[in-house]
């Protein structure tokens, strides 16, 4: 599976974004798809996951209710919906296709995301 992620840009704090990832060459159905970010000098952060077949998810404490994460099924496509965004959300963000929401073996390429204050 190959993962276009998409969607970032540069926004105020408060504002909101919605990044998207789409999988080509195989569906998601059997996979979780997860978001990660790495900001500037800093490790790579779990932000969210999906289990693409229950829909269940679980986001990180950094982003619990204000970030949603969705899926559709037609578009292969999984999105991020990010809202009241902070100047600490500034990242480049990732996601990636993993088979159990231990392993992830397929990373998109990053899409960055900036919020000034």
């Known amino acids: 599976v190959q993962l276009q992620a998409c969607g970032g840009g540069l926004v105020q704090a408060g504002g909101s974004l919605r990044l998207s990832c789409a999988a080509s060459?195989?569906?998601?159905?059997?996979?979780?798809l997860g978001w990660f970010r790495r900001a500037p000098g800093k490790e790579r952060e779990f932000v969210v996951r999906?289990?693409?077949?229950?829909?269940?998810?679980y986001y990180s404490d950094s982003v619990k209710g204000r970030f949603t994460i969705s899926r559709d099924n037609a578009k292969n496509t999984a999105y991020l919906q990010m809202n009241s965004l902070k100047p600490e959300d500034t990242a480049v963000y990732y996601c990636a296709a993993g088979a159990n929401i231990y392993t992830y073996f397929q990373w998109g390429q990053g899409t960055q995301v900036t919020v000034s204050s």
């Open positions: 999906i289990i693409w077949s229950s829909g269940n998810t």
């Open positions: 060459g195989r569906t998601f159905t059997n996979y979780v």
